[in-house]
């Protein structure tokens, strides 16, 4: 298995509403990631767990919550957001956390409409 | 030809014809660079990488050149495919950083 499986693809949500996005690999991974990209723009790094630990939060705003159950599993908790939050957001995985020798496997992502 | 779009630079080739997409980097001593393709409703996918010890690297189709002088990092296709449709990223691992560092992106057009 080489992939990143996100669900789910497509997620309306009111600005009021609880909402989860899930990713998952199974290629034993250590580090995985949550990236947030705008129409035109390149994906914006927003957390990164290490061996299953938080190691980096891009000062991303609380109503944004990661979590790592496991090795294979992250998630990426939704409450109170706003109508620019809308984007798609973007799991990936590496090896290690520096990302070598081939750099990251994406996710298709999960395209997100705040209303 | 290359025109810059309201945030997204484009480039338009012809089926058959060879595609160069440029990337100003931003670090000198960055030591990994990787080129990405996004195809619309995906994820970014993993082209080809090359190590800051290297000038030129080669896949199938593709070559990255990488010029430390002037921070500069191309991507050569070769008989451009409809399929090679998509936006194309470089990305920069910068020093004591442990992750990546997207440019902007180029959207490549293959015209029929």
């Known amino acids: 298995d080489t992939e990143v499986t996100q669900t789910p693809k497509h997620l309306v949500m009111g600005m009021t509403n609880k909402k989860s996005l899930k990713c998952e690999q199974h290629m034993g991974h250590r580090a995985m990631y949550w990236y947030k990209q705008k129409a035109k723009k390149p994906p914006e790094l927003m957390f990164v767990y290490s061996y299953e630990k938080l190691s980096i939060n891009e000062s991303v705003p609380s109503r944004f919550s990661p979590e790592c159950p496991n090795s294979s599993l992250l998630n990426l908790h939704l409450h109170a957001l706003q109508p620019e939050d809308s984007a798609l957001y973007l799991c990936a995985s590496s090896q290690e956390g520096l990302g070598l020798p081939y750099g990251y496997t994406f996710g298709s992502g999960t395209r997100l409409t705040v209303v | 030809g290359e025109s810059v779009g309201l945030h997204l630079p484009t480039l338009s080739v012809q089926e058959g014809d060879n595609s160069i997409i440029n990337c100003a980097y931003s670090?000198?001593?960055?030591?990994?660079f990787i080129w990405y393709k996004q195809e619309s409703g995906k994820g970014p996918q993993f082209i080809i990488d090359?190590?800051?010890?290297?000038d030129k690297r080669q896949g199938q189709r593709v070559t990255v050149l990488l010029n430390k002088t002037v921070k500069h990092l191309s991507l050569q296709i070769a008989a451009t495919q409809p399929g090679d449709s998509a936006v194309y990223f470089c990305a920069e691992i910068p020093p004591y950083g442990q992750n990546f560092v997207f440019g902007p992106g180029t959207r490549l057009s293959v015209l029929p």
């Open positions: 670090n000198s001593a960055s030591d990994y």
């Open positions: 090359i190590r800051s010890n290297m």
